[in-house]
């Protein structure tokens, strides 16, 4: 049974996701904001991480940063899961630091993000290296691939 | 005798100060319009996304009027959702806060990428889509992305307003002749076309004319008011034409061609983001 950290301030969307991957068998733990995230990144260690941006205090992407520069931690993928925008920029820069994936929710209903931790969590196990992420071929594709859930 | 070009240091700190003002003020409108979305889309994701777990079984078996209810109950979070987006682009726009990404386009490949896109669409509601691209149709300076929204929009319109075995053809021709350094695009439907009175109205937002639509379409009543402003930032301009109920609905509209004055133009145009390599062109 894979491990997932849920990072995610809003009670309802935490219930939500909590709800759906449980009921398709994960082992979820939840964190309220980006400081309680690294504490249970660590604690937990977790399979795979899926992460708001806007938290107060410390937000996704500063979360992003600091586990992406800690060695001991780095190796977990982290999906962003967030509202924020879906710029070109925001996706780049999440991309950038270190994220394999940059879901805008809006996009995606729960069955499909469950869909993208799974393709996640098999291309992990089977090279053993966090899928390749940062490029802005990657960030384009992320921007169509959006865009097209949206219609 | 030559008028003092000379500001006085005065006139400079005053000039900085108001450039750092308005600096913060775009700062705070860019703020504001992000923190909006995130706080709209949050309490709309949490409704779509439960309704479509229960819609899927998550929480067991539900009886088939159960399901009707809750199936108009997603579609109206669904078009909220639009609304939202619509509402937030038309007010990113309208504050100069739009950021565009602006390069040479191949508007034929485009449409190219477009059709097949909505083959499948045309397909299932018994419409066909053709498509007419002048030869050799100068490359025109755009958003590629905005583009797609556009014909998006036009297309999406085209299809609902037009019933089966009826067409919808989109044109592009070099219109340069007419008006200088622009090509020309038509979408002209055979569908149900507009009312003289309406025609003028269309491109409001929330336009109060009749539309024969099914209830379960799609539609935001901002969408051809967000492309009328967003070909109006990107150096165009778009209206309607129609010979009044049952006689089909023809829009057009202008896209400067690369190098040309108009096309340079928008490298003046507030809030323009220049991908760093497209404008090899720019003096």
């Given at each position: 049974m894979a491990k997932l950290l849920l990072v995610e301030d809003d009670p309802l969307m935490v219930r939500?996701?909590?709800?759906?991957?449980?009921?398709?068998?994960?082992?979820?733990?939840?964190?309220?904001?980006?400081?309680?995230?690294?504490?249970?990144?660590?604690?937990?260690?977790?399979?795979?991480?899926?992460?708001?941006?806007?938290?107060?205090?410390?937000?996704?992407l500063q979360v992003l940063e600091r586990v992406k520069s800690d060695p001991t931690i780095?190796?977990?993928?982290?999906?962003i899961l967030t509202n924020l925008g879906g710029s070109q920029e925001d996706i780049?820069?999440?991309?950038?630091?270190?994220?394999?994936?940059?879901?805008?929710?809006?996009?995606y209903r729960p069955d499909e993000v469950v869909a993208k931790v799974k393709e996640v969590l098999a291309g992990y196990t089977k090279s053993k290296?966090?899928?390749?992420?940062?490029?802005?071929?990657?960030?384009?594709k992320v921007i169509e691939e959006t865009s097209k859930k949206k219609k | 005798?030559?008028?003092?070009?000379?500001?006085?240091?005065?006139?400079?700190?005053?000039?900085?100060?108001?450039?750092?003002?308005?600096?913060?003020?775009?700062?705070?409108?860019?703020?504001?319009?992000?923190?909006?979305?995130?706080?709209?889309?949050?309490?709309?994701?949490?409704?779509r996304g439960n309704l479509d777990m229960v819609l899927k079984g998550e929480a067991g078996e539900i009886s088939a009027s159960t399901r009707e209810y809750l199936v108009d109950a997603l579609f109206g979070a669904d078009r909220l959702t639009g609304l939202v987006d619509d509402m937030l682009d038309i007010a990113r726009i309208t504050t100069g806060q739009m950021r565009f990404e602006l390069t040479e386009i191949n508007i034929c490949e485009l449409l190219e990428t477009v059709e097949k896109e909505f083959s499948p669409i045309a397909k299932e509601k018994r419409l066909v889509l053709y498509k007419d691209c002048f030869k050799d149709v100068p490359l025109v300076y755009s958003d590629k992305s905005r583009l797609f929204q556009i014909f998006d929009n036009l297309i999406g319109n085209a299809f609902k307003f037009t019933p089966r075995g009826g067409s919808v053809t989109i044109r592009v021709v070099d219109d340069h002749a007419n008006v200088p350094d622009t090509i020309l695009v038509s979408v002209i439907d055979t569908g149900s076309g507009i009312k003289k009175e309406d025609i003028s109205k269309l491109f409001k937002q929330f336009p109060d004319i009749e539309k024969r639509i099914l209830p379960t379409e799609k539609g935001t009543g901002l969408g051809l008011n967000l492309v009328w402003h967003v070909l109006k930032a990107l150096g165009g301009e778009i209206w309607a034409e129609s010979d009044g109920f049952g006689k089909g609905t023809t829009f057009f509209f202008r896209l400067p061609i690369a190098g040309s004055e108009r096309g340079k133009q928008l490298y003046n145009y507030h809030a323009v983001y220049l991908k760093s390599g497209s404008d090899a062109r720019k003096e």
């Open positions: 939500m996701y909590q709800r759906k991957l449980i009921n398709d068998g994960y082992d979820v733990e939840v964190a309220v904001n980006g400081e309680d995230g690294l504490v249970k990144i660590r604690s937990f260690s977790p399979d795979l991480v899926l992460l708001d941006i806007m938290m107060p205090k410390v937000n996704g780095s190796k977990i993928p982290i999906i780049e820069r999440g991309l950038e630091l270190g994220a394999v994936a940059y879901l805008v929710k809006s996009a290296e966090v899928p390749d992420a940062a490029s802005s071929s990657a960030s384009k | 005798m030559a008028k003092d070009t000379h500001y006085n240091k005065h006139d400079v700190l005053l000039l900085e100060q108001q450039i750092k003002d308005l600096r913060e003020e775009a700062k705070t409108k860019d703020e504001f319009i992000r923190i909006t979305n995130h706080e709209l889309r949050t309490p709309l994701d949490i409704i």
